[in-house]
């Protein structure tokens, strides 16, 4: 089984950077493939981001492509998203979540099978 931990968020100023961390425990987490989801107030859950289980592929959503960097350490268990130049629209909770079953990135929240509880990002105008 894979349990993930989300970290990283916080407040920021339009403009400004964050770097978020999901820590995995449990052995399967380098095989498996990672995505980055958000959920804005009164919307439905996004997806930001995903990378294959070796890092050698990754996908974007349109919306935060080219200012989104999606990455992991398999050596330490951890998936990170790293996010320049946010906008007040990113704001939301974001999730990581492991696709434990399937190999392969996938960019819908019913292809993946595990999820964290979420950190709140807050991008001020």
């Known amino acids: 089984q894979v349990q993930l931990v989300e970290s990283g968020g916080g407040l920021v100023q339009a403009g400004g950077s964050l770097r978020l961390s999901c820590a995995a425990s449990?052995?399967?987490?380098?095989?498996?493939?990672m995505g980055w989801f958000r959920q804005a107030p009164g919307k439905e859950r996004e997806f930001v981001a995903a990378i294959s289980w070796s890092g050698s592929s990754t996908y974007y959503a349109d919306s935060v492509k080219g200012r989104f960097t999606i990455s992991r350490d398999n050596a330490k268990n951890t998936v990170y998203l790293q996010m320049n130049s946010l906008k007040p629209e990113d704001t939301a909770v974001y999730y990581c979540?492991?696709?434990?079953?399937?190999?392969?990135?996938?960019?819908?929240?019913?292809?993946?099978?595990?999820w964290g509880q979420g950190t709140q990002v807050t991008v001020a105008s």
């Open positions: 979540a492991a696709r434990l079953y399937v190999p392969g990135i996938a960019t819908t929240s019913a292809q993946y099978d595990r």
């Open positions: 449990g052995r399967t987490f380098s095989s498996v493939a």
